[in-house]
């Protein structure tokens, strides 16, 4: 009498069959180099990121922004944009690439009183109708709103005029 469950009986012998591990290896490995090149994309883009804002770019707790950014290059009659602390006023002036530096009149310059902002845009018959070029300095007198003609800071940067 045989065992039915018996290994060794021949009525349950299963012959053991060699299985690939995947159905079609080249489609794996395409797919998988696929997302790996991905994920390298998204982890190189978060590391070498700039999370830094404008504001922890400008050193002066009474400016929070400013255009154009430091150091960069601009066209010739691009827009000084100042943004200080709401409760602030400033003038400016523009020293150009020989240090002859230019009061920005107030008739000439935008001012957004309430939120301490002001704008020059150089063109006919302003004080300046184009940088000159080479490193151009702004410079920024501040002043309280509450305490006008008493300059509290000055604040200053450079940007290079190309024409």
Request: proline fraction near 8%; charged fraction near 20%.
């Given at each position: 009498m045989?065992?039915?469950?018996?290994?060794?009986?021949?009525?349950?012998?299963?012959?053991?069959?060699?299985?690939?591990?995947?159905?079609?290896?080249?489609?794996?490995?395409?797919v998988?180099?696929?997302?790996?090149?991905?994920?390298?994309?998204?982890?190189?883009?978060?590391f070498?990121?700039?999370?830094?804002?404008?504001?922890?770019?400008?050193?002066?707790?009474?400016?929070?922004?400013?255009?154009?950014?430091?150091?960069?290059?601009?066209?010739?009659?691009?827009?000084?944009?100042?943004?200080?602390?709401?409760?602030l006023?400033?003038?400016?002036?523009v020293?150009?690439?020989?240090?002859?530096c230019?009061?920005?009149?107030?008739?000439?310059?935008?001012?957004?009183?309430?939120?301490?902002?002001?704008?020059?845009?150089?063109?006919?018959?302003?004080?300046?109708?184009?940088?000159?070029?080479?490193?151009?300095?702004?410079?920024?007198?501040?002043?309280?709103?509450?305490?006008?003609?008493?300059?509290?800071?000055?604040?200053?940067?450079?940007?290079?005029?190309?024409?």
């Amino acid at each position: 009498m045989t065992n039915v469950g018996d290994p060794g009986s021949g009525a349950n012998s299963t012959t053991s069959v060699k299985r690939k591990a995947f159905k079609h290896p080249g489609r794996f490995a395409i797919v998988a180099g696929g997302i790996v090149a991905v994920l390298s994309i998204f982890l190189i883009a978060g590391f070498s990121a700039d999370t830094t804002t404008r504001t922890q770019r400008t050193p002066n707790g009474n400016v929070t922004d400013i255009a154009p950014e430091p150091n960069t290059i601009v066209p010739p009659q691009s827009a000084i944009i100042v943004d200080l602390r709401d409760d602030l006023f400033g003038t400016i002036e523009v020293c150009g690439p020989t240090k002859t530096c230019t009061p920005i009149p107030e008739d000439q310059l935008s001012r957004v009183k309430a939120l301490g902002r002001l704008t020059f845009q150089p063109g006919t018959g302003k004080e300046i109708t184009r940088y000159q070029p080479g490193s151009n300095t702004v410079v920024v007198h501040i002043e309280r709103q509450t305490d006008p003609g008493v300059e509290i800071d000055i604040y200053e940067w450079s940007f290079t005029s190309k024409s």
